[in-house]
């Protein structure tokens, strides 16, 4: 690859802008989706496994996708932007058919195909500012996409708690503000992705690394042994962040799986059963708490940069958990509805760290031909959690917690502040971030 050269600060926002539109959509599956299966009459129970699309679509795709960025060039299209516009037109599609859902399986298998169209834009985007960007650069570029994670899951969020003040009613089987939410995300999905095209050009590759691409054998299992290949090499603090992982995203999808039904128990006394419209002004009012957090992540997503530059990333991704999971154990034990926004501001600080702050611990230890794969690993260690909570949880949920979403909130707390031990015992230098 060619010498990377300083961008600066709009260069670096307009690489990143099709980033909203991917998170947007992860915030309509985040706040919107459970109560769409609610609606259609889905058991507590039945969520997590309704869930699983995210988490296998995510380990299927990302490595695969990853693997074939890192393979892929042409003169008109790049290397990593083919695959943005291919996930983003998967996105749109799924978000335009999905207030459509007749039935609660008809809403599960569009789930699969949006995130598909997702996960095939996600990690070549993670790559991207590897590729682009000189190394005093990436946390900035990083923590972008930290800062469009926020913007575009806050709009996400405040469409749910606003189109439902003026679009009262159902159309079909669902309430008419879903409607409206889905297609905006399908307008910001291909949007901004396009956006993000036209600004930005791909670094070519040299000479001598176009003509080693080309003289290898491809084949439909090439991705699949190139990802072996890279496991087996995986640097050790990869491990490490493997085991904070598992306990990080185990975390996050009991709290988004159960944050409405637990505002709806905690501030309303209501289920979705025993009293819909109560349960709908908690699903609005929920969005605007999630919406709320996502504020404070494009808030402070900056500002984790310089704390990491100056004391670590390990160690302002401990304390970001930390914080996360004392919002997590208020949270269902509080009855005015005002005051959830007070305790999911920790939540947000956590999450502008999950989203930028754990790829600075491990950036300099990868090759920068294969950074494509090892994006695509990462998100493996971020799914393979999420697959044993949608295949276990329900299970934990019935037998363990009384089927009681506020104490799925508490045992999420729990879980973020192992996750935080797991991450303050990762062997790691201070100066990584620095390194190339």
């Known amino acids: 690859m060619l010498g990377k050269v300083k961008l600066n600060f709009w260069q670096i926002l307009n690489m990143n802008v099709g980033f909203f539109g991917i998170q947007y959509s992860f915030g309509l599956q985040q706040s919107a989706v459970t109560p769409i299966y609610d609606f ?6 039945q969520i997590p496994i309704l869930h699983l699309a995210g988490p296998v679509t995510g380990l299927l795709v990302q490595p695969i996708i990853g693997a074939m960025s890192d393979k ?31 039935s609660l399986w008809m809403a599960a298998g569009l789930l699969w ?70 297609f905006l995300g399908a307008f910001c999905s291909i949007a901004t992705i396009i956006w993000s095209i036209s600004k930005t ?16 054998k491809r084949s439909v299992l ?9 496991i087996k090499d995986m640097p050790k603090v990869m491990w490490q962040l493997a085991l904070v992982y598992l306990f990080q995203w185990y975390a996050l999808f009991c709290y988004w799986q159960n944050a409405s039904k637990s505002v709806a128990l905690s501030v309303w006394d209501a289920t979705p059963s025993s009293n819909e419209a109560a349960y709908e002004e908690a699903v609005s009012w929920t969005a605007l708490v999630n919406g709320w ?33 004392a919002g997590f154990l208020a949270f269902p034990h509080i009855t005015n509805k005002e005051l959830l926004l007070f305790a999911i501001t920790g939540f947000g600080i956590g999450w502008a760290s999950m989203m930028g702050i754990p790829y600075l611990m491990v950036i300099s230890k990868i090759p920068k031909e294969r950074y494509g794969v090892y994006m695509g ?38 879980l973020l502040i192992l996750a935080m031990i797991a991450t303050l015992l990762i062997q790691t230098k201070k100066p990584t971030i620095h390194e190339q």
């Not at 060039?73 to 007749?102: D, E, M, T, V």
């Not at 996600?122 to 960007?133: G, Q, S, T, V, W």
């Not at 050009?201 to 290898?216: D, F, H, N, Q, V």
């Not at 900056?302 to 530059?309: E, H, I, P, S, Y």
Request: charged share 10%.
């Open 113 to 182: 195909i949006l995130d598909a169209g997702n996960n095939t834009a996600m990690e070549p985007y993670r790559a991207l500012i590897a590729d682009k960007l000189i190394p005093e650069q990436q946390p900035t570029g990083f923590q972008m996409q930290s800062f469009f994670t926020g913007l575009g899951q806050v709009l996400a969020n405040l469409s749910i708690f606003i189109f439902p003040i003026f679009m009262v009613g159902k159309t079909g089987s669902l309430p008419t503000w879903v409607y409206a939410s889905f």
């Open 293 to 325: 957090y996502n504020v404070v992540t494009f808030l402070v997503a900056f500002a984790l940069v310089g704390f990491a530059k100056k004391y670590s990333p390990k160690l302002v991704h401990a304390v970001c958990l930390l914080l996360a999971a």
């Open 222 to 230: 090439g991705p699949l042994v190139e990802i072996v290949a890279a």
């Open 377 to 414: 690993i990462i998100n493996m260690m971020i799914v393979i959690p999420m697959i044993f909570q949608t295949l276990s949880f329900g299970y934990v949920l019935k037998n363990f917690l009384g089927n009681d979403p506020r104490n799925a909130i508490t045992f999420a707390g729990v």
């Open 40 to 45: 259609l009459g889905a058991a507590p129970d």
């Open 201 to 216: 050009k791909e670094i070519p590759p040299t000479a001598e690394e176009l003509a080693l691409m080309r003289s290898e």
């Open 72 to 102: 892929t060039w042409s003169s008109r299209f790049g290397r990593r932007k083919p695959y943005f516009l291919i996930g983003a037109l998967l996105c749109s599609f799924s978000l335009l058919l999905f207030p459509f859902s007749s």
